[in-house]
């Protein structure tokens, strides 16, 4: 079955039932119905591609354009609205796009509109009147469903394929793992245009009838409230969001009380982190794994798993995971740390336009080279230690960012940190740690490293700490050390 189908029967199902509440409205199962046929017709009339941008804000606007392309059987291209505009154009470029949905309070507010053959607005669309009747146009589970594209931290981005049968296996794997309830309601402000929000914050709940509630933009204060007035029960961001609800003042230990599995995604979850929001809300956050190109989530760690903090969980139902000597690809033995390679019906395709690419990361058993540094301890839960190109390598020892990051975030004035190598003749490389001072916090880079010192082996202690106002980060708020490697050049 295709996604298309998939979500008419649920919506066939829940016909009267409120499946989607955003910033400005409600969505019954029928209202997605007939929005759906009203924009596959559109794709109809307006697009002879195979594949359609979608460039629309976090909420139910998004999620039924999605299935209006899915409807005519075609493949959605979800667009990234926070990058810049050459960017932006390369991939309608790139995904060969001849039409594009799009939000026309969003055009409004990036100030230009993207070049493309079409473009209509959904704001232009008469919603109330009557669609012509029509079933999902038939695919087969190995055509592609979406290409997603990566946040190009290294060069232009990428396309990710993603098949109908990727994305439906990810969203039965994380609903056997967590076991989701059709009682649950998610509440989130990821991006849809990003592999968590359209597999985890779309799929999976609309999929299994659950009510989602959207937001489109983060603001702490309001997401807090909102869980609160929803009885939200799920709840799912990246590490910065946890780290900045924790600065709102009015709320209170119980605010959260409703939330059963809280979800954390997209870069690592700092210790420091997860203790303080536990101390301070009594609720445990559960740190996931996943990339765009497995449709995206791999492991999740769940809330009885205390003693397993730091790692991201175990592997997800079909999800095979081996850890390799990234030299010689000999595989590795339990607590040691190597390559980490994913197998499974949710690992994509390859890269559109790329085939080249594509062939360099697939090992030859038909995995995924992740390029992530990793280990699995015997009770098979995974720990994620670095990346292999940004591993440093100081005196000739191993030194892997993350643990310094670690470190350095449990400083009580640090907001965020970032380390990254610079070229030292003596040594080869030295850490470099930036710094942005928490909120209403002072401190210097001498204490920092005086800080490191009592915690780490001193090859690992920074050579300096640089002061940062605001880190550069990517759309979906990860910290980009190709950015601060710049900044040292």
């Known amino acids: 079955m295709n996604i298309g189908m998939a979500l008419t029967w649920s919506f066939l199902k829940r016909a009267k039932r409120v499946l989607i509440e955003d910033d400005s409205r409600e969505y019954r199962g029928v209202d997605l119905l007939v929005a759906g046929s009203h924009i596959a017709d559109v794709v109809d009339g307006k697009s002879e591609s195979s594949r359609v941008g979608v460039l ?4 139910g606007a998004f999620a039924a354009a999605a299935y209006g392309v899915w409807l005519a059987g075609k493949t959605i291209v979800p667009l990234n609205y926070l990058s810049e ?27 230009y509109v993207p070049k493309c053959k ?3 607005y959904l704001e232009d669309l008469n919603f109330k009147s009557l669609p012509s009747p029509r079933l999902p146009k038939w695919t087969s589970s190995e055509d592609l469903a979406v290409v997603l594209y990566t946040s190009g931290t290294s060069g232009k981005p990428k396309g990710v394929m993603l098949t109908h049968k990727n994305m439906m296996s990810n969203v039965a794997q994380v609903h056997e793992h967590i076991a989701i309830l059709p009682s649950d309601v998610f509440f989130g402000v990821l991006p849809q245009f990003h592999s968590f929000g359209i597999t985890a914050l779309t799929l999976l709940p609309l999929l299994f009838g659950c009510k989602v509630i959207y937001s489109a933009r983060f603001m702490p204060k309001r997401v807090i409230s909102g869980i609160e007035k ?25 605010s959260l009380k409703t939330l059963r599995m809280s979800l954390s995604g997209g870069e690592p979850l700092p210790r420091d982190v997860s203790d303080r929001f536990f101390e301070r809300f009594g609720v445990r956050i559960c740190e996931g794994y996943g990339l765009t190109e497995t449709a995206p989530v791999t492991n999740v760690m769940l809330a009885d798993e205390e003693s397993k903090i730091g790692a991201v969980g175990r592997a997800l139902p079909g999800v095979i995971q081996r850890i390799v000597d990234p030299e010689t690809g000999e595989e590795l033995g339990a607590d040691v740390d190597g390559e980490l390679r994913i197998g499974g019906p949710n ?4 890269y559109l336009n790329l085939p080249e690419h594509t062939a360099e990361v697939f090992d030859e058993l038909g995995h995924l080279r992740t390029g992530d540094m990793a280990r699995i301890d015997a009770d098979g839960f995974l720990s994620i230690t670095g990346r292999i190109k940004e591993m440093l390598i100081v005196g000739g020892e191993n030194v892997f960012p993350r643990e310094i990051e670690e470190v350095l975030n449990a400083h009580p004035a640090v907001g965020v940190s970032g380390v990254v190598g610079q070229h030292d003749p ?23 490293i005086h800080w490191c010192r009592d915690r780490l082996a001193g090859y690992k202690v920074p050579r300096r700490i640089v002061m940062v106002e605001e880190m550069p980060r990517n759309a979906t708020g990860k910290v980009l050390r190709r950015s601060l490697s710049e900044m040292l050049a």
């Open 56 to 59: 629309v804000p976090t909420s």
């Open 85 to 111: 505009r050459e960017t932006l154009e390369y991939v309608i470029d790139d995904a060969g796009c001849d039409l594009v949905i799009a939000s026309k309070k969003l055009i409004e507010h990036l100030g």
């Open 118 to 120: 079409n473009i209509v």
């Open 230 to 254: 929803h009885g939200a029960t799920i709840y799912i961001g990246i590490p910065s969001m946890y780290n900045a609800l924790m600065t709102v003042k009015s709320a209170k230990a119980d």
């Open 347 to 350: 690992v994509m395709k390859g």
């Open 426 to 448: 003596m040594r080869g490389e030295v850490p470099v740690g930036f710094v942005e001072v928490a909120e209403g916090e002072s401190v210097d880079g001498d204490e920092l």
